[in-house]
């Protein structure tokens, strides 16, 4: 395992196994004019899913994501064989990889996808600086993730592990490429805000009790414990700017425990 490490030299994310970088464009392996068109892309949107044993948890809930983001942004169905035909090549047989679907507009409707190596969040909880931001169509896991990277960036610069994003209105809305959740032992509480509903914030729905209410940083000391969700899997926090937050063991391990048991689709 190696560690990924971000410009000011902290180790930022976890990779596991051996190095690769595929793209695969409509069903076929990516050419020279294929890549160009796939990094000029600007409008459009995407899933990320983390590949083990050549499976991945939520398959239907990345398609689910897909098909709706094209209808609202393209005004057209999704090929999901296609979509499923790329991700495949894309993986050139690699097991494990950190795959990204992108369907975007470039010269026609453009089903785009990515493996990478595989990601894992960093061993230990998170500490998050909380920014005020707030993604515009928070609901579409959108190109154009400039403003999120940025505000990582500098939180990590400042020592902490990510950004959070707060409304104008001071309530927590997600993290820059996750969801912020907290447990009270027996519930799942998320913000009440616009957000993305993340993939894994989806199943841990189906596996234990959940709602959502407003939450603000000055909240979340309530709560017996607070993590954040994506791909990678769950994460507990441990503090938010320079408010610390106490972990309860049985209150998070529940909601890993809950993750875990997800069953694995055949990608």
Partial sequence: MTGVRTLDGSAAVRTLGAMIDHVAIDGRAAGAADLGAAVAARYGHFTAMQVRGGRVRGLALHLDRLREATRELFGTALDEELVLATARLALRGEPDASVRVIVAERDGLRVIATAAPAHAWPAGPQALLPVPYRRYLPHIKHLGGFPQAHLGLRARAEGFDDALLVGPDGLISEGTIANLGCSDGERIVWPEAPMLRGITMALLEGELPAER???????????????????????????????????????????????????????
């Avoid at 309530?222 to 994460?235: D, E, K, Y």
């Avoid at 320079?242 to 425990?257: C, G």
Wanted: charged residues 20%; contains cysteine; aromatic residues 8%.
């Fill in 213 to 267: 209410r407003p939450l603000t940083v000055a909240d979340l000391p309530a709560h017996p414990a607070v993590f954040m969700t994506n791909s990678w899997g769950v994460v507990p926090v441990c503090r938010v700017g320079d408010l610390p937050l106490k972990t309860d063991e049985t209150a998070m391990a529940r909601v890993a425990a809950a993750y875990e048991g997800v069953p694995w689709d055949v990608l």
